[in-house]
């Protein structure tokens, strides 16, 4: 794992995503993942505009798990993972591309930015990031086994999402929930 020597979206791994250039075909291009900090007056400035920006790129965007990853982050209630596009020319708030709050071994919560965000087709024309979700979690699978945790366990609203990523179900983590659980073994 990078240590940054500063404070401001702490470098934690490498990663790749791909990009939908402006002719359709899709690239390559380099991430990473990083660990942001309320402290940070960059990382707090990015969350509050991030805030107010993702909500007005997409119409079908639903903010509410993003708002709970805001409010983890503003109350340190749990740490605030991302993967973040490698680009000096761009502000922090740019860069994020998904964000994820993780307490323990659990992920609480998974946002994509709009234009990295599975949509129905009715939609991904907007799109121009794709497999950021799945980078964010293999980023978060080191995290969680770097901090001595041998599972890393997930309450999803989008089962199609985890199961694409091998995780499997575990129905007895939280019989009475509405959503359901998942959980990966690490290595």
């Known amino acids: 794992m990078y240590i940054n020597p500063s404070f401001s979206s702490q ?3 490498d990663a790749k995503i791909r990009h939908k250039k402006d002719d359709g075909t899709k690239e390559t291009i380099n991430a990473q ?3 942001l900090s309320y402290d940070d007056p960059e990382d707090s400035s990015a969350m509050m505009i991030i805030a107010l920006k993702w909500r007005s790129m997409d119409e079908y965007f639903n903010p509410k798990y ?3 990853i805001h409010f983890n982050f503003k109350t340190k209630f749990a740490n605030t993972l991302a993967i973040e596009l490698v680009d000096d020319s761009k502000k922090l708030e740019n860069k994020i591309v998904c964000l994820a709050s993780i307490s323990d071994n659990e992920v609480e919560y998974l946002q994509a930015r709009p234009d990295a965000e599975y949509k129905p087709v009715r939609s991904d024309s907007k799109r121009k990031y794709y497999g950021a979700g799945k980078a964010l979690m293999q980023g978060i699978f080191q ?3 770097y901090n001595k945790f041998n599972e890393v366990t ?3 609203a989008n089962d199609k999402f985890y199961n694409a990523i091998g995780m499997k179900p575990a129905p007895e983590l939280n019989p009475d929930s509405r959503f359901n659980y998942y959980k990966h073994k690490l290595d």
């Open 11 to 13: 470098k934690l791994y």
């Open 33 to 35: 993942i990083t660990k």
């Open 66 to 68: 993003f708002d709970n």
């Open 143 to 145: 995290y969680i086994k």
């Open 154 to 156: 997930v309450n999803s």
